[in-house]
């Protein structure tokens, strides 16, 4: 049974070709090349590790449209982008949906395991990473931005809490949520889903936040 799922996209004014999005079990392809013979970049599932999304605004004096950008990264390095722009208002609810359903699709054929693999490891009391946050057992430790430097802050799981934005997922501790707290951006920082996911999912477990 044929599972892919198709998108079809525009970039820009100033690139009005239909350009495929093709989302399978096993693969990512996007039409992003101009070459005749080979015009896709394919990332494999095994080799995709992360990605990140928002929505920026298409300026100039006056706000005039919406640029939906989608980037993700395979273990290598290399970044896939996928962008397409509404102009004036032009097709912007249609746009908008296509761009929530290629998220989901993403989602759901590559993070949602890798989410689902963190928990694996956690469960088995392993310490791991998502971006620059630590897990392990005993809390998790960010990375809080001083006047001078960056300084590891530890939050015990009883201590965790947080608080979930249209642009970013904000991570605090219960005891001095004004100094020890730390936010992470939906479109800069990569795999910020997978670590609200994640993270909720844990704390949801010790009916820490269990809405």
């Known amino acids: 049974m ?19 999005i093709i989302i399978s079990d096993t693969f990512l392809k996007f039409q992003n090349k ?54 004036f208002g032009k097709n ?3 746009y908008h949906q296509k761009y929530i ?5 993403l989602w759901n ?9 963190f928990l694996k490891k956690f469960k088995n009391n392993e310490s791991f990473k998502i971006g620059n946050v630590e ?27 947080t608080k979930n934005y249209y642009t970013y997922f904000a991570i605090y501790s219960s005891q001095n949520p004004s100094e020890i707290n730390r936010g992470y951006n939906y479109h800069d920082d990569w795999n910020t889903g997978v670590l609200y996911s994640v993270l909720r999912t844990i704390l949801k477990s010790k009916n820490i936040e269990t809405y």
């Open 2 to 20: 044929n599972t892919d799922k198709k998108f079809l996209i525009k970039r820009s004014f100033l690139d009005g070709i239909n350009r495929e």
């Open 34 to 87: 101009d070459l005749k013979k080979n015009p896709f970049t394919i990332f494999e599932k095994e080799e995709i590790a992360e990605y990140k999304y928002g929505i920026r605004w298409i300026s100039f004096r006056i706000t005039y449209g919406r640029d939906y950008q989608i980037f993700v990264r395979n273990k290598k390095g290399e970044i896939l982008k996928i962008n397409f722009k509404s102009y």
């Open 92 to 94: 912007k609810k249609e």
């Open 101 to 105: 359903d290629i998220l989901n699709v």
């Open 109 to 117: 054929n590559f993070f949602d395991e890798i989410a689902q693999d």
């Open 135 to 161: 897990f392990d057992e005993v809390g998790i430790t960010i990375a809080i931005s001083g006047i001078a430097k960056t300084k590891k802050t530890k939050i015990s799981w009883e201590n965790v809490r």
